[in-house]
């Protein structure tokens, strides 16, 4: 072979290996987020069947990273929770000094554990509404990120009147990482992107953004019940939120380096967008009407001319898949 031969092989062998490369990154891509989903999936599942043996249920544990793509948004593991008991008990209560429209004073009985948990919400007996234990001497009816069931939200709860009798409260805590159980990785560079997954559909869902740490508890029968969210990785800050038939839990599975980046109307290899951009994007819905956990693939939403049109057609087959299996 002559050296002008050689050369004419080797850009040959150079061009096809320009034009397979994405077709390979691709296919690697979209294997990974496959891989992903059935892996979240079987997680769901398996806690779902799980807490059938607990006597108060059990949970999946998504905690985001603290540095690398996608730090403080992107959860790359999965791990089984165990759920407390609710705390019960008696104190009286007194109107605060400092804030006597919003909060106040209290003396909870809680262990030094239990109340790192804190704040967590709090009920009353005779008192409708679900209130914010901020620490074990104050409630508070500030705090509205806490809905506590249908009708029942920090909106509409006003805190309870004072009273020097012994009022019965329920404090309820969030669900605690197993340490009986190892934790279930995702691929490597595949994450659950918190930023662009929601509870419920429309304009009326709850967006994860900020979310740090989340539990989906499942009850006795199976069924998830209950999402809790906190926007701190360490100590309380936990919000509740009782599901609905109408509030299933959504979550966006794409690659780790795209989670919560930035819409983009025309995504490049060099700039892909955000994850649910990625043509392999997959959303992972948790239905609390029958317990199930299943994977649908994200629409496509080249086509839209902004973030929030964009965002409609790439959760479009979840809310048709919602709608049908709903009728």
């Known amino acids: 072979m002559t050296l002008v031969e050689l050369l004419v092989v080797l850009a040959i062998v150079g061009l096809l290996a320009v034009t397979a490369l994405p077709l390979l990154v691709g296919n690697r891509d979209k294997k990974s987020i496959r891989n992903?989903?059935?892996?979240?999936?079987?997680?769901?599942?398996?806690?779902?069947?799980?807490?059938?043996?607990?006597p108060t249920g059990a949970a999946v544990w998504l905690e985001t990273g603290t540095s690398g793509a996608g730090a403080f948004t992107a959860v790359t593991t999965l791990a089984l929770a165990r759920v407390p008991a609710s705390a019960t008990g008696t104190?009286?209560?007194?109107?605060?000094?400092?804030n006597p429209a919003t909060d106040v004073t209290v003396s909870l009985s809680l262990s030094a554990s239990l109340a790192s948990d804190l704040p967590a919400p709090i009920e009353f007996a005779g008192v409708p509404g679900m209130?914010?234990?901020?620490?074990?001497?104050?409630?508070?009816?500030?705090?509205?990120?806490?809905?506590?069931?249908?009708?029942?939200?920090?909106?509409?709860?006003?805190?309870?009147?004072a009273s020097t009798a012994a009022v019965p409260y329920t404090l309820y805590l969030p669900p605690r990482p197993s340490s009986l159980a190892a934790a279930t990785p995702l691929p490597?560079?595949?994450?659950?992107?918190?930023?662009?997954s929601r509870i419920g559909l429309g304009?009326?869902?709850?967006?994860?953004?900020?979310?740090?740490?989340l539990a989906v508890e499942y009850d006795r029968t199976g069924s998830p019940t209950t999402v809790w969210s906190s926007t701190s990785s360490t100590g309380g800050g936990w919000s509740r939120l009782v599901l609905t038939p109408e509030t299933p839990v959504v979550l966006a599975i794409g690659m780790q380096s795209q989670a919560n980046a930035p819409w983009v109307a025309k995504p490049t290899d060099d700039d892909?967008?955000?994850?649910?951009?990625?043509?392999?994007?997959?959303?992972?819905?948790?239905?609390?009407?029958?317990?199930?956990?299943?994977?649908?693939?994200?629409g496509f939403s080249g086509n839209a001319l902004t973030a929030n049109d964009a965002f409609d057609a790439a959760i479009a087959p979840v809310v048709e898949d919602f709608k049908n299996i709903r009728q």
């Open 131 to 161: 209130l914010t234990a901020t620490g074990t001497a104050t409630v508070t009816s500030a705090t509205t990120s806490i809905t506590g069931a249908v009708n029942r939200t920090g909106w509409n709860s006003s805190p309870p009147l």
């Open 272 to 298: 892909p967008g955000c994850s649910w951009q990625s043509p392999y994007a997959r959303w992972l819905v948790i239905d609390p009407r029958n317990g199930g956990a299943r994977v649908i693939e994200a």
């Open 188 to 196: 490597d560079g595949v994450a659950i992107d918190l930023s662009a």
């Open 36 to 54: 992903a989903a059935d892996t979240a999936e079987s997680m769901f599942s398996h806690v779902s069947t799980r807490a059938m043996t607990s």
């Open 203 to 213: 304009s009326t869902a709850t967006p994860l953004v900020n979310v740090r740490r």
């Open 91 to 98: 104190t009286t209560i007194a109107r605060s000094a400092m």
